[in-house]
């Protein structure tokens, strides 16, 4: 993974609210295969970095590179197509319909309805939901919801996943329930990039760390490098 291809580039990229500096100078390399996990407090810019690679935002500076092309100009939907996917932080679940309804809806780019059924299938024994397929995802568990909603963030077999605050709000069982699925769905070859601040979470999982802070990259390394640096401890602590 150490040098595999980037898949994704951020070079140089800011984006300013008004007067805010939300995010300055960022340069990012995500590699194929790679868990890399992006921290820091809260405010720090890490949301707003993955709505600009997912479109919701365009940069105010600088350059957006996935698979060596870049993002400019493309729509959200094509992102979606060439395979980038995200769960965001606030549920993205349609809380009306059953789990197999909004599992329907996430994989609709699967075209045969043999293939969807199968697919289906396959999402709900592995996300374990199967028990649960006809029922409405509003009397769904947090951790039950955000399980189906990284189901539907896999639905479309992306090449590049984004996770925002993926076990916020869990118990310890549902936390390393999603981490084993998170490590499964690596290990399935997609690639990555988590967004948390439980620092026990990002050591069970991340290859690779970076370190946000007032909109900057703070700091970068293994999850080793990154827990001894004491400049990191101290924004931290300093929360
Ligand atoms: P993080 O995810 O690291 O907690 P965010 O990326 O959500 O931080 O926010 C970074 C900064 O940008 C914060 O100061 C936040 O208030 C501000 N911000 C985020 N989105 C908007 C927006 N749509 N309009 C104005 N300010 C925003
Ligand atoms: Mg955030």
């Given at each position: 993974v150490q040098n595999s291809e980037p898949i994704l580039k951020l070079s140089n990229v800011g984006k300013s609210f008004g007067g805010l500096?939300?995010?300055?100078?960022?340069?990012?390399?995500?590699?194929?295969?790679?868990?890399?996990?992006?921290?820091?407090?809260?405010?720090?810019g890490k949301s707003t970095?993955?709505?600009?690679?997912?479109?919701?935002?365009?940069?105010s500076d600088g350059q957006i590179l996935y698979k060596g092309k870049s993002l400019a100009h493309m729509k959200?939907?094509?992102?979606?197509?060439?395979?980038?996917?995200?769960?965001?932080q606030v549920p993205g679940v349609f809380g009306d319909l059953t789990v197999y309804e909004n599992l329907r809806i996430a994989a609709q780019r699967t075209y045969?309805?043999?293939?969807l059924e199968e697919k289906i299938?396959?999402?709900?024994?592995?996300?374990?939901?199967?028990?649960?397929?006809?029922?409405?995802?509003?009397?769904?568990?947090?951790g039950q919801q955000q399980s189906l909603e990284m189901g539907m963030a896999i639905a479309n077999d992306p090449t590049l996943l984004l996770l925002d605050e993926p076990v916020a709000g869990m118990g310890p069982e549902e936390t390393q329930f999603i981490s084993n699925l998170i490590k499964k769905i690596n290990n399935n070859g997609i690639t990555i990039l988590f967004i948390d601040h439980d620092m026990e979470f990002v050591r069970s999982l991340a290859q690779q760390v970076t370190v946000l802070h007032l909109g900057k990259k703070f700091a970068e390394g293994t999850i080793e490098d990154i827990e001894n640096n004491e400049k990191v401890v101290e924004i931290y602590l300093g929360q």
């Open positions: 500096r939300a995010v300055d100078e960022v340069d990012l390399v995500i590699r194929k295969g790679e868990l890399h996990c992006l921290i820091g407090p809260n405010g720090a970095i993955f709505k600009m690679i997912m479109g919701i935002f365009d940069p959200k939907w094509d992102r979606f197509k060439e395979g980038i996917s995200i769960k965001m045969s309805k043999k293939a299938n396959y999402l709900l024994e592995e996300f374990n939901l199967t028990h649960l397929k006809g029922e409405t995802v509003n009397n769904l568990s947090h």
